[in-house]
């Protein structure tokens, strides 16, 4: 199959990737700005999150609910969120209604109102959201164990913390969107039934003309402790692993995640088997990797009742201790299997693929084609995932536990 | 997007939705047995099959099911809910054959003692993982106080009781009786070889003995709650407060379940709802829902919010209000049209992903022996009008005596 990938740059910096997908009747669109979290100010943790919100309470001639009701009257599936590097705007829809919901995204990213007498409300909503993520236990546990692997801002939650939430002011607000949502580093992904001269035509013309600001570089903190435990009251213990793997943009990095994919990625994972199959210690256990353009994490999770948690931490730990040395090639033909015949499924999500267009793009600044994918896949071999093991074995692991009680470490993994 | 479909002489029903453009293919067993079809005895028993299902036939041991599913490199899972079993694949359309081979002979299990017993911890452990997340049971317990003694009532996960007390031998006879070829459905949907899932299945199933499956316990529609009040599950240590609460609806039989889908949608979706605008744009509630869910002899209007404790009470009462302007004063032109188009485009979109249609077709078929295509489903949407969503409001009161439950740390009241 010829695919049909497409990029181009506006003079203000904006990239435009896209992908052409002729048969599927929607279209995914999706403009990622550089207003992530890592931009919050100190004392401020939540500012990238509030401001995100409030660029959907009134943008251009539209006040906030017109701004919803016109998105929805489109019958688009529109999301805004916010990571560490971006705040994101994106929409799914019927094809035919991409013209008439450009400018509805373009007014939001150039011409949000910002209405001080929103910022109560938006601030609200984030502060319940911060509320309903102290009672989700898991999302608690990844939370912590950033927190204390990442060195500030990375850690930082990006949803915010609440006593900084309530400190943000209108000024705060118009401040963090001027500086930060901006041109330079933006990208803008469409996937699906495109014209695709047609879409950078009207891109250019309503984006073409916002002039570009440079944007301060981010400063780095310390890390937290490698060792920590949150009293919670639970039936469960939740344990999250961290460790440093290479980014994306790095070539070992497909060694990497092939690891990973062996050690926590499936049902016949070691994690899946000997966790959960042999010994039946719990329902969710998994290892994944987790990265940004600079820096990337392998990412251990598993919740279990209290009284089972030191042997589940024990056995996770065991079996990363196992992993150089013993990688069979059945294991790594299933991990390639398994990736290989997931990048090929992509290619029936308009959304799936505006979201993976955008990543390569901000990791690697290129697109890789679908074939090109399944060739560095058929390129993975058992000798090249042990040379990376041999070379950076798991090590330094940050151990992260929720619960009742404290776990103890007992780890054969260099510290 | 041909619709095919052959019955085998033991009643086993395969189905197929084939789309020329798919780059994978769906199949699935849909099995139509879930946690309605159980006695107290039995409760959990559906689920924890589904469970089981996985460890293994007589000769495929279950380790090996996991890697010969990740050696073809397929997507799989299952789901049990009150009246349905579902086991599903996607694959790329070469590995068509090894998946349905190996789902189909996964349909006759070995149930093994020492399986038994070790995923029965495994069980145990998603039972208290729900049970330490919102909403902390309240979901489960108002099912119960909405139901009362009818079928739907039983959770599906089972208790920690229920489940330790099951023994292999009631599994065993369970999954014999409700796994017959009458009441399962093959269904694929995708780029599917259809003469080739037809030839898989006589030689996998062909010899399944059509045993006569009990008869579903339906019993007549329940029209108000049986139990209507509010029940408190107390959770000192939880940030929010979470109600949830039921009144009667259309079930799944009945024509106007899609304008009480779209009535919901109006008053209760994520965003742009009447609740949205009400309670969480303001950031009063983290969230406020209104779902219409069916099933085969019933019908449910949840209502669910999440706030702060101190505030349940109120904004309770702003939903009562938000449902009786409703049923006073109608909805109007703009909202149906809106709801309208957000439900056309959904059916679009999740028209194009093979696995959401293997979903559509496979249920449609085992529950009403019928097959809708996208095109079927968009002009019933199409076709939905704002008197039939004001039938709904007329004949199904949403601020009928409902069942409630509230989870929280108890200073709500």
């Known amino acids: ?415 | 997007m041909p619709f095919l479909h052959e019955r085998l002489p033991n009643g086993l029903d395969v189905i197929a939705e084939t789309s020329e453009s798919a780059v994978s293919t769906s199949v699935g067993f849909f099995v139509m047995t879930g946690s309605r079809d159980e006695s107290d005895a039995l409760w959990g028993t559906s689920h924890f099959l589904e469970h089981m299902i996985f460890k293994g036939t007589p000769e495929i041991p279950g380790d090996a099911i996991n890697r010969r599913f990740d050696d073809m490199g397929a997507s799989v899972n299952a789901f049990t809910s009150e009246e349905d079993t579902v086991y599903y694949a996607s694959v790329l359309p070469e590995q068509q054959h090894e998946a349905v081979d190996l789902v189909a002979r996964m349909m006759r299990p070995a149930l093994r003692d020492e399986d038994f017993e070790t995923e029965k911890l495994v069980i145990l452990e998603e039972i208290r993982m729900y049970d330490d997340q919102p909403p902390f049971g309240a979901d489960e317990l108002c099912r119960a106080a909405f139901f009362g003694g009818h079928p739907l009532g039983r959770s599906v996960l089972g208790t920690v009781d229920s489940i330790r007390g099951l023994p292999v031998a009631a599994m065993r006879d369970y999954h014999r009786r409700r796994y017959a070829p009458g009441t399962m459905v093959l269904a694929a949907s995708g780029a599917v070889d259809f003469p080739a899932l037809v030839e898989s299945a006589k030689r996998l199933c062909g010899d399944w003995e059509p045993v006569t499956a009990p008869e579903r316990l339906v019993s007549v529609s329940p029209r108000a709650a049986a139990r209507p009040g509010r029940e408190r599950i107390v959770r000192p240590a939880a940030a929010l407060d979470y109600a949830v609460w039921m009144v009667a609806g259309p079930d799944e039989h009945d024509p106007d379940r899609h304008a009480a889908r779209l009535l919901s949608v109006v008053l209760g979706d994520s965003s742009g709802s009447r609740l949205y605008w009400g309670l969480v744009d303001s950031g009063e509630a983290e969230q406020a829902a209104c779902i219409h869910q069916d099933f085969l002899d019933a019908g449910l209007f949840i209502t669910q919010l999440s706030c702060d404790a101190a505030d349940v009470e109120e904004l309770t009462e702003r939903i009562a209000g938000i449902y009786a302007t409703a049923a006073s004063g109608g909805i109007s032109p703009a909202e149906f049209e809106r709801a309208q188009n957000k439900l056309a485009s959904r059916v679009v979109l999740g028209g194009e992903k093979p696995r959401r249609r293997l979903f559509e077709v496979g249920l449609d078929w085992s529950h009403c022996r019928t097959y809708r295509s996208v095109g079927d489903n968009l002009r019933i949407v199409e076709q939905i009008t704002l008197d039939d969503v004001h039938r709904v409001l007329e004949t199904w009161p949403l601020d009928a005596p409902a069942a409630a439950v509230v989870a929280g740390p108890g200073s709500g009241g």
């Open chain 1, 1 to 415: 199959m010829k695919q049909s990938l497409h990029s181009a740059t506006l003079s203000n910096g904006i990239i435009l990737v896209g992908e052409r997908l002729p048969d599927l009747e929607s279209v995914a669109v999706a403009f990622h700005s550089p207003a992530g979290s890592i931009h919050d100010p100190v004392g401020k943790c939540g500012l990238a999150t509030v401001a995100g919100e409030m660029c959907l309470r009134g943008a251009g001639v539209r006040d906030s609910r017109q701004l919803v009701e016109d998105l929805e009257s489109a019958g688009v599936q529109w999301s805004q969120g916010v990571s560490s590097t971006h705040a994101s705007f994106s929409g799914a829809m019927v094809a035919r209604h991409l013209p008439d919901v450009l400018p509805i995204y373009a007014d939001i990213l150039r011409r949000p109102l910002l209405p001080e007498d929103e910022l109560p409300a938006a601030r609200q909503m984030v502060l319940q959201n911060l509320a309903g993520i102290e009672d989700d236990p898991t999302h608690r546990t990844i939370a912590a164990l950033r927190r204390i692997h990442c060195p500030a801002p990375w850690g930082m939650p990006t949803e915010g913390i609440s006593a900084d939430v309530e400190s943000i002011s209108i000024d705060d607000v118009r401040g963090f969107v001027g500086h930060h949502l901006q041109p330079g580093g933006m990208i803008v992904s469409v996937a699906g039934r495109i014209d695709w001269d047609d879409f950078v035509r009207r891109v250019d013309d309503l984006l073409g003309d916002w002039p570009a600001v440079s944007s301060a570089a981010v400063g780095v903190g310390p890390r937290g402790p490698f060792v920590h435990h949150v009293p919670h009251d639970s039936q469960q213990t939740h344990i999250a692993l961290a460790w440093s793997v290479p980014p994306y943009r790095d070539d070992a990095s497909h060694e990497a995640t092939a690891a990973l994919a062996i050690l926590g990625g499936g049902p016949s994972s070691r994690f899946f088997t000997e966790v959960r199959e042999r010994r039946g210690l719990c329902y969710s256990v998994s290892a994944g990797y987790q990265t940004s353009r600079d820096f990337a994490n392998a990412v251990c999770y598993s919740g279990t009742s209290a009284e089972r948690a030191q042997e589940t931490l024990d056995v996770m730990l065991a079996e990363i201790g196992r992993l150089p040395g013993t990688i069979s090639p059945d294991e790594l033909g299933r991990v390639k299997a398994r990736a290989k015949s997931g990048l090929t499924m992509q290619q029936e999500s308009s959304a799936a693929r505006a979201g993976a267009i955008a990543r390569q793009w901000y990791h690697l600044g290129r697109l890789r084609t679908l074939a090109q994918e399944l060739e560095r896949y058929d390129r993975l071999d058992v000798a090249g995932v042990e040379g990376w093991l041999a070379d950076q074995p798991p090590r330094d692991l940050t151990v992260v536990s929720l619960g009742r009680d404290p776990l103890e470490v007992r780890c054969a993994i260099p510290a």
